[in-house]
T-cell receptor, first 116, second 111 residues
């Protein structure tokens, strides 16, 4: 089956702790994205990557970090600097990451992060 | 920055009725997409309409785009309980490669 997987489904973070959310795709897509969704809100872009070893900050990158060492993987680390991390995190990918909104984005099932 | 804004925020209808959701945006776009999100799940792409298109159909979905009014509408005909979900419009950013998503319309279809 082709698609995007995210793990874990639920993640609990203690104060001052860094946590890493996993995102893997086997669609052979070049571009990958991380979004944050708060209750009743739309999606806000955290980071995106158009190609391996390259990534760009989105609208709300502060307190987050990413890496793109492999085409299939785009993990997101929520650092202790992110003071309000409780949210639903969605990973997505698209074929080439071309501009002008011309590509469909394929989403994973999401990870819900909660603070203890 | 969120460019698209959906209206209404919430919509409740009965099975068989049509559901219409609207999206307004602020700056010129190249493409506009609609996505659906079931509760607690990821988003699923529904349809893409280009700025030079006025209307597009896909099954029970009909999307219109009025670039002069900077607005789009999504019509779901003969709705079913399974259509219950949140619906988002997404537009291209002025620069960069990601999409701008609105806050969504929450649709409830009751039997």
């Amino acid at each position: 089956d082709g698609g995007i997987t995210q793990s874990p489904k639920y993640l609990f973070r203690k104060e001052g702790q860094n946590v890493t959310l996993s995102c893997e795709q086997n669609l052979n897509h070049d571009a990958m994205y991380w979004y944050r969704q708060d209750p009743g809100q739309g999606l806000r872009l955290i980071y995106y990557s158009q190609i391996v070893n390259d990534f760009q900050k989105g609208d709300i990158a502060e307190g987050y970090s990413v890496s793109r060492e492999k085409k299939e993987s785009f993990p997101l680390t929520v650092t202790s600097a992110q003071k309000n991390p409780t949210a639903f995190y969605l990973c997505a990918s698209s074929i080439r990451g071309r501009s002008s909104g011309q590509e469909t984005q394929y989403f994973g099932p999401g990870t819900r992060l909660l603070v203890l | 920055s969120q460019q698209g804004e959906e209206d209404p925020q919430a919509l409740s209808i009965q099975e068989g009725e049509n559901a219409t959701m609207n999206c307004s945006y602020k700056t010129s776009i190249n493409n506009l997409q609609w996505y659906r999100q079931n509760s607690g799940r990821g988003l699923v792409h529904l349809i893409l309409i280009r700025s030079n298109e006025r209307e597009k159909h896909s099954g029970r979905l009909r999307v219109t785009l009025d670039t002069s009014k900077k607005s789009s509408s999504l019509l779901i005909t003969a709705s079913r309980a399974a259509d219950t979900a949140s619906y988002f419009c997404a537009t291209d950013q002025n620069s960069g490669y990601a999409l701008n998503f609105g806050k969504g319309t929450s649709l409830l279809v009751t039997p």
